[in-house]
């Protein structure tokens, strides 16, 4: 069974930063892509950044600029680091391993339960 556990999120000031981490546990061969979205209340849905194994990255145009994504592989873990929050930012985010290869012919989709940011004077 794999897991994806989030953490980071909280409440911080317009202008403020935050980091993200997404650990991925479990019996793990390898992880192709790990991608973080956001839902806002009442709103789809969104892909904010992603990043495939060998390092290559993919941002939503709402963060570009102030979001950077990166990971480390050999602790299938994947961090989003966010600078200049603005209060559209507020979200639950949520984790995705794309493509988790758990043994011979196994190949799986994996979501985190989500952490909550909150970007609020």
């Known amino acids: 069974q794999v897991q994806l556990v989030e953490s980071g999120g909280g409440l911080v000031q317009p202008g403020g930063s935050l980091r993200l981490s997404c650990a991925a546990s479990?019996?793990?061969?390898?992880?192709?892509?790990m991608v973080w979205y956001r839902q806002a209340p009442g709103k789809q849905r969104e892909l904010v950044a992603a990043i495939t194994s060998g390092g290559s990255t993919n941002y939503a145009d709402s963060v570009k600029g102030r979001f950077t994504i990166s990971r480390d592989n050999a602790k299938n873990t994947v961090y989003l680091q966010m600078n200049s929050l603005k209060p559209e930012d507020t979200a639950v985010y949520y984790c995705?391993?794309?493509?988790?290869?758990?043994?011979?012919?196994?190949?799986?989709?994996?979501w985190g339960q989500g952490t909550q940011v909150t970007v609020s004077s």
């Open positions: 995705h391993a794309d493509r988790v290869v758990v043994g011979p012919l196994s190949e799986y989709d994996y």
């Open positions: 479990g019996s793990i061969f390898s992880i192709y892509g």
